[in-house]
């Protein structure tokens, strides 16, 4: 049997796997985040762990699998944070998630020493406060004395593979999305590092995705209820695994969707993806030589579900599908929401950008307000779905995974505004476990190849786009960047970080 641990923002999604890589059950224990004005975004690493070990017992007590039994586990983890610890492996502040966007005076420091075109084609990715090393020269510039007890940055996964073996490792996909990582050779950067005045001893070794990077001790058997030696898989960010898991592998397997906190759209590749408007980014992929282009929006599903605690403050669990109900025949024309709640990436990159309802009337109300956000997130991405077809990659089929893909108005509103079909697999909500689930067994040796992926979750669901609709939402969709265009210098000048 197999165990992947997905670390999300909202929590630690595990699941029990045959070691085929078939689904036996699933659980979450969630955490929390610590949401602050001044753009900061924060977790306790001991979370994690506590979420893992809670979330490996419960597998083992529900599914009545004996612990002798369990053959691998496996990581997916969240990325582009920073997880600073001691010459002990301890951490020496809380963890700067990815939503986490104080550093943008650092971000531009260093982007102001590099070129910005050879950067983007250096790492994949633009300069940006998201990734994990402008949170390190945050830390370095505002904490100095925190910043003196540092001797080792990390991912999360890595910090609880880490906790489990004593081995601290990292592995390509997720150095990919650190702004530190050297995408073609495959090593850090030097010359970026150089650049930031970081010390490279600092970033762990990295190691394939698929690497057994050591073993359960036994200390840590006895917390997370799995016998002693078990192999551990390092796999890999969150990003990536959710593509393994949706059965994206190469590039004729089309395009694929994630609708959890964050949201993007994404595919495999043979090489990185160059956007001249540097809209998008590209991940290393988990499978060695391809690559996943991506565009990623901050708050996609984290849109929706703030709108849901907005207008439904005590709905508990079911304040999200409650807030849908009803909503299909609100007629939301003239009426935009600027999803733009934790600064943006795609296709702005403007940590500064902020969430607005634009051409709001008295007539308004809760419903057209949550079918605004709905329209909002699928306009915002739709953006990137153009960058991608600009560049020769067509977006005709999109497979749907992650949290927000069990909605199927959401589904039918991508569908209308990109004009392109969209799937729902079976398994949405642990994609990415699954894919850390596949890489566990793969690095392990008991399935032959990642192509199994495939065939563990199936089609369920499709939605078709209606021309009419489609011919109405690309009209919207101008409005709605006309809307972000003249709102822009506000966000440029109002100085939101302040607040």
């Known amino acids: 049997?197999?165990?992947?641990?997905?670390?999300?923002?909202?929590?630690?999604?595990?699941?029990?796997?045959?070691?085929?890589?078939?689904?036996?059950?699933?659980?979450?224990?969630?955490?929390?985040?610590?949401?602050?004005?001044?753009?900061?975004?924060?977790?306790?690493?001991?979370?994690w762990w506590r979420a893992v070990c809670e979330a490996g017992r419960e597998l083992l007590d529900r599914s009545g699998t004996p612990p002798e039994r369990i053959g691998a586990i496996g990581f997916s983890g969240q990325m582009m944070g920073a997880v600073l610890l001691d010459r002990a492996h301890r951490p020496v502040r809380p963890a700067m998630i990815w939503a986490d966007h104080r550093s943008t005076e650092q971000a531009g420091t260093l982007a102001a020493g590099l070129d910005e075109e050879r950067a983007y084609r250096l790492l994949g990715h633009r300069i940006h406060p998201t990734y994990s090393l402008a949170k390190v020269m945050w830390v370095r510039d505002h904490e100095p004395r925190t910043f003196r007890r540092v001797a080792h940055m990390c991912l999360a996964k890595d910090y609880i593979v880490q906790r489990?073996?004593?081995?601290?490792?990292?592995?390509?996909?997720?150095?990919?999305?650190?702004?530190?990582?050297?995408?073609?050779?495959?090593?850090?950067?030097?010359?970026?590092?150089?650049?930031?005045?970081?010390?490279?001893?600092?970033?762990?070794?990295?190691?394939?995705?698929?690497?057994?990077?050591?073993?359960?001790?036994?200390?840590?058997?006895?917390?997370?209820?799995?016998?002693?030696?078990?192999?551990?898989?390092?796999?890999?960010?969150?990003?990536?695994?959710?593509?393994?898991?949706?059965?994206?592998?190469?590039?004729?397997?089309?395009?694929?969707?994630?609708?959890?906190?964050?949201?993007?759209?994404?595919?495999?590749?043979?090489?990185?993806?160059?956007?001249?408007?540097?809209?998008?980014?590209?991940?290393?992929?988990?499978?060695?030589?391809?690559?996943?282009?991506?565009?990623?929006?901050?708050?996609?599903?984290?849109?929706?579900?703030?709108?849901?605690?907005?207008?439904?403050?005590?709905?508990?669990?079911?304040?999200?599908?409650?807030?849908?109900?009803?909503?299909?025949?609100?007629?939301?024309?003239?009426?935009?929401?600027?999803?733009?709640?934790?600064?943006?990436?795609?296709?702005?990159?403007?940590?500064?950008?902020?969430?607005?309802?634009?051409?709001?009337?008295?007539?308004?109300?809760?419903a057209h307000l949550a079918k605004a956000v709905l329209e909002g997130v699928a306009f915002n991405l739709a953006t990137c779905v153009g960058a991608f077809r600009e560049a020769g990659h067509p977006v005709d089929r999109v497979d749907a995974i992650g949290g927000g893909a069990a909605s199927d108005i959401w589904l039918r509103v991508l569908a209308d505004v990109w004009g392109a079909r969209i799937r729902r697999r079976s398994i949405v909500e642990g994609a990415n476990s699954l894919g850390a689930a596949v890489t566990a067994a793969v690095g392990s040796g008991l399935v032959d190849g990642f192509e199994v992926a495939r065939e563990l979750s199936a089609v369920q669901a499709e939605f078709t786009p209606s021309a009419d609709r489609h011919r109405d939402y690309t009209t919207r969709h101008r409005e709605f960047l006309d809307a972000y265009r003249s709102l822009e210098p506000w966000f440029a000048n109002s100085h939101p970080l302040d607040n």
């Open 1 to 47: 049997m197999i165990i992947a641990h997905d670390l999300g923002t909202t929590g630690n999604k595990a699941s029990l796997h045959t070691d085929d890589g078939r689904l036996v059950t699933a659980v979450t224990v969630r955490y929390d985040t610590d949401f602050r004005a001044g753009g900061i975004a924060e977790q306790d690493p001991e979370s």
């Open 164 to 366: 489990l073996t004593g081995t601290l490792v990292t592995d390509p996909s997720d150095a990919s999305g650190t702004n530190a990582f050297d995408q073609r050779a495959g090593t850090w950067s030097r010359a970026v590092l150089d650049a930031a005045a970081i010390d490279p001893g600092l970033l762990p070794d990295i190691a394939e995705s698929t690497s057994v990077v050591g073993r359960v001790r036994a200390r840590a058997a006895e917390e997370a209820g799995v016998p002693a030696g078990v192999p551990v898989v390092i796999g890999g960010g969150d990003g990536p695994l959710a593509a393994l898991g949706a059965g994206v592998l190469t590039p004729e397997d089309g395009a694929y969707t994630y609708l959890g906190s964050s949201s993007w759209i994404s595919m495999s590749a043979t090489r990185p993806l160059y956007d001249p408007a540097l809209r998008t980014m590209t991940f290393n992929h988990v499978l060695p030589g391809h690559y996943v282009p991506t565009a990623t929006m901050q708050a996609g599903g984290a849109s929706l579900e703030w709108i849901a605690q907005v207008l439904r403050p005590d709905g508990g669990p079911e304040r999200i599908a409650r807030t849908l109900a009803r909503i299909d025949d609100a007629d939301t024309t003239g009426l935009y929401f600027l999803p733009h709640l934790l600064g943006e990436r795609s296709p702005y990159w403007n940590a500064d950008a902020r969430g607005a309802f634009v051409g709001l009337s008295r007539h308004h109300g809760p």
